[in-house]
């Protein structure tokens, strides 16, 4: 797999090397912000852009599978985190480097990477840097980038729809959280990790490979998407209200000072539930307990900075 993510990197600099797959999800919330404007960007930078429509329903992996080519030297996606998330499977399989417009609700990606929110400042990245590699996690098979939740943020993933996200953005969150609180309650979870299985009641269990996730919250506040580590915590809270007076915290990803919040760093875990319960990928649900986690190291590789401002070398 690196093999492949190396050999499509050395083929940038290559003549024709510079075609690139074009992916827009024009239905995302900001999906006619400015966005022929980043392409005449990149179109001045030199690259020959091809998009191909990706039908309501289609994975973008599947479009990126039938569209690879030997002169296809990278993948720019037009979206949000949910767009990033469905490409993941084919960009880990053919190595393309690939690059990010951000158009989504959230762009909790993009946020962890230093990626501007403006597409048009975002496409003078593409075009002025190096691809470099990211981790990814998995869960069941299931690749992501941010950070995978069994629990509150799973329920919220649920009951925010799309319409929701369009009308209100952000804001969006906080009305659907809103509405969830009080209606949760803790469940019981068994986490077995390096050698060890704890017990707890909690009522989320968040399994992190990026910085930022659910439109504001942060995993931990020295995450990084490319640190060889999952960052895990449970919220194991006693009364719902008390996720109020955590909120700060988790925005900080300083949560972890909260002797009712469980954390650890490892690279594989397992997390098991009474009954099967939902998991939330990027903001899919798209699997289920019992889960095993585990990071995917240089798995895929990202026109991105370095070292975003305030990311920790």
């Excluded at 980038?145 to 629990?151: D, L, R």
């Excluded at 804001?171 to 017990?199: C, M």
Aim: aromatic share 6%; hydrophobic share 40%; with cysteine.
């Amino acid at each position: 797999m690196q093999e492949r993510a190396a050999s499509s990197a050395e083929a940038l600099t290559t003549i024709g090397a510079r075609h690139a797959l074009l992916i827009v999800n024009r239905n995302a919330r900001n999906g006619g912000a400015a966005i022929e404007e980043a392409l005449d960007v990149l179109r001045g930078a030199g690259w020959i852009l091809q998009e191909v429509p990706c039908s309501p329903g289609q994975m973008a992996a599947d479009v990126i599978r039938a569209q690879a080519r030997p002169e296809i030297g990278a993948v720019i996606l037009g979206g949000g985190d949910g767009t990033l998330n469905g490409a993941a499977p084919a960009l880990i399989e053919t190595g393309l480097p690939f690059g990010i417009l951000p158009l989504g609700t959230a762009n909790d990606l993009a946020r962890s990477l230093g990626i501007p929110p403006d597409p048009v400042e975002a496409a003078r990245i593409i075009a002025g840097v190096p691809p470099r590699p990211i981790d990814l996690g998995e869960v069941n098979g299931i690749p992501f980038f941010n950070v995978a939740s069994i629990g509150f943020s799973a329920e919220l993933a649920r009951d925010l729809g799309q319409d929701v996200k369009k009308r209100w953005g952000k804001l969006g969150y906080a009305i659907a959280a809103f509405r969830l609180l009080r209606r949760s309650r803790p469940f019981t979870v068994w986490i077995r990790h390096d050698g060890a299985e704890e017990k707890g009641k909690t009522i989320q269990v968040s399994v992190g490979n990026g910085r930022h996730y659910g439109g504001g919250m942060t995993v931990a506040s020295d995450a990084r998407p490319d640190d060889g580590k999952l960052d895990v915590y449970s919220l194991e809270l006693d009364h719902w209200w008390r996720l109020l007076a955590l909120l700060p915290y988790l925005r900080r990803g300083t949560h972890g000072q909260w002797k009712d919040v469980r954390t650890f760093h490892t690279t594989e875990c397992e997390v098991r539930t009474r009954r099967p319960m939902p998991i939330n990928t990027d903001g899919e649900l798209n699997a289920s307990t019992p889960a095993r986690f585990r990071l995917l190291p240089r798995a895929v590789q990202v026109f991105a900075p370095t070292h975003p401002e305030g990311t920790v070398p």
